[in-house]
């Protein structure tokens, strides 16, 4: 494995803003972590999307140094969170410094049994608990554009309010209100599927500094491996694309989206 300082001593790195090493089920997390070094991943994001999850996300933080976590629950378990999973959420982030987001949290309107009531009183808790400790939300929003507009437009002045739209599905019209109201847009190996119009167009009109790549690992895998289980050394995919796209080189992609990812959540 490339230690840190390598890492620091190559022109470029990426860094994987959403994964979830605890569902990769073809390798261990410590494989996993490996090979992403190896292939220039600087950092990884581990995201919580239940209360085990985000317990296991607080642990491999705290057993990697290059690991940071998310804590948060899921739109498709928002009818289990309640006051307890609120403190238990609480109490993770204040006695974890590397915990760097609240969530994913938000809408899912995708085959979820959840009821939209359920789903909105879990995702306000997220934010309000994101700005009480200073650190962004990371969102999840899936066929739930107006929605999730509509409970964010709520909290865009207030001052510690910061948010990231994870895996985007919507357009490039959806992206540019969500950048309007101070939001990043996250991108997985979606942008490389060949019939990726309507993403690769929202590429192309999105600022670069408003652009995170991630690889929601293990889902999603990028074009050269998709069908397979996807790893965070596969960013390297995701940010291929969006240089291919945007028309800049491969280290132009990496810098600025790496920048704007160490920046956002406070990595350094």
Partial sequence: MLSENQLEEKEFYFIDTHAHLDMIKNKTPEAAIREAADENVKYIINVGSS???SLKSVEYAKKFKNVFATVGVHPHYANRFGKRQEKILDSLIKNNKKIVAVGEAGFDFFENPVSKQDQQRTFISHIEMAITHGIPVAI????????????????????????????????????????EMGLFISFTGVITFKNAKSAKDTVKIIPLDKIFIETDSPYLAPQPKRGQE?????????????????????????????????DFFNLK
């Fill in 230 to 262: 996807n790893y965070p050394s596969y960013v390297k995919y995701i940010a291929q694309e969006i240089a291919k796209i945007k028309e800049i080189s491969l280290q132009e992609a990496a810098k600025i989206t790496s920048k704007n990812a160490e």
């Fill in 140 to 179: 999840h929003d899936r066929e739930a554009h107006s929605e999730t507009i509509n409970i964010l437009k709520n909290y865009t002045a207030v001052k510690n309010f910061k948010a990231v739209l994870h895996c985007f599905s919507g357009d490039a019209g959806f992206a540019l209100k969500c950048i």
């Fill in 51 to 53: 209360i085990e999850g």
